[in-house]
């Protein structure tokens, strides 16, 4: 009786590691638990979390896909050519991933060149904003009779919505909200940073789209994001260039015929 229950717990110290490497045996071929790995960091490369109850989906996700893939290979499937096809294009993909996935990992993107790339987006992006109105018209006497009876006594909100050619701005009474100088052709940006708050262009300002007057409503400087609100976007951002130049790098250095 000692002899028969000894067996019995080393037969049981045999087989449950061998178990433990295993979620399921479908048909006397074993799911190995590596499987479960794979396949939740695949989830959580897609972005989302893996929580204690999506665990148990991907085992039984992996026990199904066991189930599909034996009745797969009775029917000859895997010896297919489209089969071996897909095989190579999935393979390729992973290991062109794990590529990308390395270089990542080994050309981190750093503080100081996230500060710089922001530097940078402050230099080009800073300054003034306007709030600006416009009444656009086809022809300059038009704009210029337009500029006399707005002098005048003419309400300037008023005519934009019943004159302006831009439809945009000219149901709004010719409000062009906030923007910079940079968000404007040439001609009409000139025109405008010259006004101060209240002022109206005293000539028509000519532009590819027609004539336009011109009024300043208020100045203010540029509102941007501080570095710390935009820090995942700008790592982000330069994380793919790192990579784009790194695939180009390898495409100049291939021979290719």
């Known amino acids: 009786m000692k002899k028969s229950l000894l067996s019995v717990a080393l037969l049981a110290a045999v087989t449950m590691p061998v178990w433990a490497q295993n979620i399921a045996v479908v ?83 750093t503080d100081a060149e996230i500060k710089a790339e922001y530097d940078k987006f402050v230099a080009a992006n800073g300054g003034k904003e306007y709030r600006a ?23 300037f909100e008023e005519l934009a919505k019943k004159i302006s050619k831009d439809p945009g701005s000219g149901a709004n009474g010719g409000d062009l909200d906030w923007a910079g100088a940079g968000s404007y052709v040439a001609e009409f940006s000139a025109a405008m940073v010259k006004l101060d708050k209240g002022q109206m262009t005293e000539a028509p300002v000519k532009t ?21 609100e935009v820090k995942p976007q700008v790592a982000q951002q330069l994380q793919q260039q790192k990579i784009a130049q790194y695939q180009e790098s390898l495409r100049a250095k291939a021979k290719i015929q």
């Open 133 to 155: 109105r416009h009444i656009l018209v086809e022809k300059e006497d038009e704009a210029q009779a337009l500029i006399a009876q707005i002098k005048k006594s003419g309400n």
């Open 27 to 109: 048909n006397g071929k074993p799911v190995p638990s590596s499987r479960v790995e794979a396949l939740k960091q695949q989830v959580e490369r897609s972005g989302r979390p893996v929580t204690p109850e999506m665990m148990g989906q991907i085992k039984e996700e992996l026990i199904a896909r066991e189930v599909f893939m034996q009745e797969a290979r009775k029917r000859g499937l895997d010896a297919t050519e489209d089969y071996k096809n897909q095989l190579e294009l999935a393979r390729q993909s992973i290991l062109i991933r794990e590529l990308f996935a390395d270089f990542q990992k080994k050309n981190p993107v």
């Open 208 to 228: 590819q789209f027609g004539f336009h007057i011109i009024r300043v409503d208020d100045v203010r400087e540029t509102k941007l994001p501080s570095l710390e």
